[in-house]
């Protein structure tokens, strides 16, 4: 049976804060919000640096600076007009369906985290739910969806029993 989020550790001190076990942790309160089965999806999320993550952000966004976190859907599915989008079919426990992808910055968090007088742990928990609502067709473009997305993030972390970060 395939991990529920397939760790990729690029910076080393995102081995050391424990990336894999909180990035789980988030990732099972989202699909318990959200009612999709456990079992039978997967994910794979990048911890790395801003050295790197600024790569991805110019080849992939075309932006050349640095971000807190990018995902990669591996299907395009997309909230309309604040109605949430409609969530994939699970896969087979030992074949689960791949969401796609996400990649955080340790250097970004730390100092958003710092910035916002938070425990980084907090934020990061933020961000992978953020990018795991991005890889369910979730976004923050039109103001109808990002209200759709916050409130659901909002949901999800107060599962977590962390506050509100908006």
């Given amino acids: 049976m395939e991990p529920l989020v397939d760790i990729v550790i690029e910076d080393d001190r995102w081995e050391a804060f424990g990336l894999e076990a909180l990035a789980t942790t988030a990732v099972r309160a989202g699909f318990a919000e959200l009612g ?9 999320l990048m911890g790395c640096d801003d050295a790197r993550i600024l790569e991805l952000n110019g080849d992939f966004r075309g932006k050349a600076k640095p971000t807190n976190v990018l995902s990669w859907p591996s299907e395009e599915r997309g909230a ?5 989008p409609d969530l994939p079919q ?3 426990v030992d074949d689960p369906e791949p969401l796609g992808d996400i990649a955080i910055s340790y250097d970004t968090c730390a100092a958003e985290a710092e910035a916002a007088a938070k425990p980084m742990a907090d934020h990061v928990t933020h961000l992978v739910i953020h990018g795991l609502l ?6 923050h473009i039109r103001d109808a969806d990002a209200e759709l997305m916050e409130a659901t993030e909002v949901r999800i972390l107060a599962r977590l029993g962390l506050s509100d970060p908006y």
């Fill in 36 to 44: 999709l089965a456990e079992p039978g999806f997967t994910l794979c």
């Fill in 80 to 84: 309309a007009d604040g109605i949430r």
């Fill in 90 to 92: 699970a896969g087979a």
């Fill in 134 to 139: 991005h890889l369910l067709g979730y976004d």
